[in-house]
């Protein structure tokens, strides 16, 4: 065998090879390599969409968050003010009950000064009537004498 005519049935062997390659197996692989590629920029793109909703995701979290501790702010200045409001009330009622009290016990001291003057008034014009009985030494009549008496207890 001659090597030229070998080297030359390789090179129209390879030639077939090179174009039969290229005609039905490179498509494929092209068509398999273009799938692939596709489905990788689809998913650095879905990477980048989700990246682009984790930023958005985060800011309107914060968002809410900001939102949240102001409602929580308010709540608590609300109850504050609230609390004041209950606490003035309380005053203003103790206040008044204690006024209320304070008038109670002053009508009580009246009362009981009253009474007592009375009590005295009726335990002078006793003595009064025994001291002028004993002076005069004769009974006086107290019960003909209870204008003179009741005279006497006003003035003092």
């Keep these: ?35 692939r590629s596709r489905k990788i920029a689809l998913g650095l793109a879905a990477a980048e969409k989700g990246r682009e909703e984790l930023v958005q995701a985060e800011h309107k979290a914060e968002g809410v968050l900001r939102e949240a501790r102001d409602r929580a702010h308010q709540i608590v200045d609300q109850a504050q003010r609230r609390a004041n409001d209950m606490i003035e009330h309380a005053r203003q009622a103790a206040s008044a009950e204690g006024q209320r009290a304070l008038a109670g016990a002053q009508q009580q001291i009246e009362l009981e000064a009253t009474r007592a003057r009375e009590s005295l008034r009726r335990d002078l014009g006793a003595l009064v009537v025994e001291t002028a009985s004993k002076l005069l030494e004769r009974e006086i009549d107290a019960r003909a004498h209870a204008d003179l008496i009741e005279k006497f207890a006003r003035q003092i």
């Design 1 to 35: 065998m001659n090597i030229n005519l070998t080297l030359v049935i390789q090179m129209i062997v390879f030639a077939l090879l090179v174009w039969f390659t290229m005609r039905f197996v490179w498509p494929m692989i092209l068509g398999a390599m273009e799938e």
